[in-house]
């Protein structure tokens, strides 16, 4: 099943920085991006960008994501692939990753696969942004990069439709409200999430009854 938002784009951060600037991070609050509110994360990132060596930031858009999955691929092997890419830019030879699978070992093979250079060191493990400190930072980037682009999106509809995420209930009051009036998902759904084919048949199936009902009263 798909994870994360519904709206907006998936955004993978990768952070290069010197062993000795650990140190710095943890001075400045660097933790888990999920345990800092928004202003929190935004304030901190402007400190993590003064001694990180490189940052890499991927935004990939709904309309990628659901022509991945249309030829039936995985969201994980997209990541990987995209992980792959900043590793390549960023160009180190040990490499942390928060990986958001059951098989962490797995999915460091799966992304190694996809290096030129197959010396470099790939260290997944589920809640790596817990527990290591350069992945906290760059959870910290990413989410930054994606609040931003949340923002610009409702700013650009004038409309405040929450973070969305499935658990945001603003997000699939806005979902439903959307997709009655437009009638076909907008560029900034990822329409092949199970949230957005559950909305649709919901709607579907309330067009039908609705039809029902009023072709029995042209009976009557």
Known sequence: MPKGAVIGPLVICGLAIDKKDEKYLKEIG????KELNSSKRKEIAGKIEKVARKIIVLR????KIDSWRE???????LEAKKMAEIIELANVNEVYLDALTSRP?????LVKSFLRNKNVEIIAENFADKKYIVVSAASILGKVERDKAIEELKKELNYDFGVGYPSDERTIEFLK??????KRWPRFVRKSWVTSELIKEDLEQSKL???FKLFKRGIK
Request: aromatic letters at 6%; a positive charge.
């Open 30 to 33: 660097v933790k888990d991006s």
């Open 60 to 63: 990939i858009p709904p309309c």
């Open 71 to 77: 030829i039936d691929r995985s969201l994980d092997l």
């Open 105 to 109: 070992k797995k999915f460091g093979n």
């Open 177 to 182: 409200k959307i997709l009655k009036k437009r």
């Open 209 to 211: 009854i609705q039809f």
